[in-house]
């Protein structure tokens, strides 16, 4: 596809052309030319927008799809299509399915499954056999098929043993690591973040401890092991300060926050609606405004949505039995705008493929065009009608946004919402 994007401001903080307007022209899969008033050519298509701002493409760190074995919650090829909607060129797909993406087998599935598409998929593999925290899965294999990180999704790995095998083991291909922080025992039969509100409401809670004192035992093995970790999805102010300590060692840690952590708290809990019951819990203000300074002083790597359709049967029970889990790619944006600026919030949706050893092209002449499109100063509410997942269950409905994407461009391919 030829395309010619009209009056775009660029928003890329650490581009030449940062807070430019400018056309560009676009030949296939390249950004060929940048300029004012570039001329119309035959065989090339127009984009003019309402006070349209251009970024590199968004990664979002941890989505999951269902597929294979879950499509009623939601099929890859719908998914992809709901990222590219959200302003998403690239995600990372956690083996949240059944089976699990444990094998080299898997990996390949989902990567043909996502085969010539807008969006770019960059699957993580299971750490252990089936999640199940008890063996190391084929590693190497799958690394060798396309996955770009190993981890279990939203499960600690008790036997720090194994985690301590785990990472030396990946350094001999460069491997990633991601290790989701929170200690069950602590936990126990909580669901809800232990403070005012839970007590409130009768809720058993999870103290930030049972975050905090995984993420202290992981980052005192890495330090022994050496190797790469992720830590995803934090959500206490004690787990920013670990992390940013453990940074300042030296140690090759990264870690990410979701959305919903940023922008909700417990608060939500109050009529028991289960779409709002997420892992980590929603916490207090306090440790809210503390992801957010994370955020701003460079201590969090990235911001995820961590999308996690679930069907109805899944939610629509007691607040006590629910799963935990909260789409999140078609609020993403627009929640965020409520609490960072906007250059901080595209840093944190693009220097995320650094850390999985995906590139990221700038926004120049002669690059790959991968770019998002979006309008930051339109407000709006978030409801049904704005879903675009098959599942619903979004602890954002009803929430103000601030900024609408438009759509993505990528691999020659325009997707507009």
Not at 245 to 257: R, T
Not at 383 to 406: Q, T, W
Request: hydrophobic share 40%.
């Amino acid at each position: 596809m030829n395309l010619i994007i009209r009056n775009a401001t660029i928003i890329d903080p650490n581009g030449v052309h940062h807070n430019q307007k400018t056309d560009l022209k676009i030949v296939g899969k390249t950004i060929e030319k940048m300029g004012s008033n570039l001329p119309s050519e035959k065989d090339f298509d127009e984009i003019s927008l309402e006070n349209l701002h251009v970024s590199k493409g968004w990664f979002d760190s941890s989505v999951s799809l269902g597929e294979p074995g879950f499509e009623d919650r939601e099929t890859i090829a719908n998914g992809l299509s709901v990222a590219a909607k959200s302003g998403f060129t690239a995600i990372a797909l956690q083996p949240n399915s059944f089976p699990v993406i444990d094998n080299q087998s898997q990996v390949r599935f989902v990567k043909e499954k996502a085969n010539n598409n807008a969006v770019n998929l960059f699957p993580i593999g299971a750490l252990t056999k089936g999640s199940e925290g008890n063996d190391l899965a084929e590693l190497f294999d799958m690394k060798n098929s396309g996955a770009v990180a190993f981890g279990d999704y939203g499960k600690n790995i008790a036997n720090a043993n194994l985690l301590k095998i785990g990472l030396q083991y990946v350094q001999d291909f460069d491997g990633l690591v991601i290790a989701f922080s929170q200690d069950e025992k602590i936990k126990g039969n909580g669901v809800a973040h232990e403070g005012a509100v839970s007590t409130r409401l009768g809720l058993k809670g999870i103290p930030t401890l049972a975050e905090e004192l995984i993420i202290a035992r992981n980052l005192f093995l890495l330090e022994y092991t050496g190797g790469k970790l992720h830590i995803p999805t934090i959500s206490s102010a004690k787990s920013v300060e670990l992390i940013k300590e453990a940074k300042a060692k030296g140690l090759h840690v990264s870690c990410s926050v979701a959305v919903h952590h940023l922008v909700l708290t417990d608060e939500k809990l109050e009529d028991f609606d289960t779409r709002t019951k997420v892992s980590p819990p929603l916490r207090d203000d306090k440790n809210r405004k503390a992801l957010i300074q994370g955020v701003l002083n460079g201590t969090i790597d990235m911001i995820t949505s961590d999308h996690n359709p679930l069907d109805i049967e899944h939610k629509k029970m007691e607040f006590d039995l629910a799963k935990n889990g909260t789409i999140g790619l078609e609020s993403a944006f627009g929640a965020l705008l409520n609490v960072l600026p906007l250059d901080v919030i595209i840093t944190k949706l693009t220097n995320g493929k650094a850390t999985f050893g995906i590139e990221n092209s700038a926004i120049k002449e002669g690059e790959a065009a991968d770019l998002t499109f979006f309008n930051p100063n339109t407000e709006w509410t978030f409801g049904k009608e704005n879903i675009l997942s098959k599942s619903k269950n979004s602890a954002f409905l009803e929430e103000k946004m601030i900024g609408k994407v438009y759509g993505i461009y990528n691999n020659g391919t325009l997707i507009l919402a």
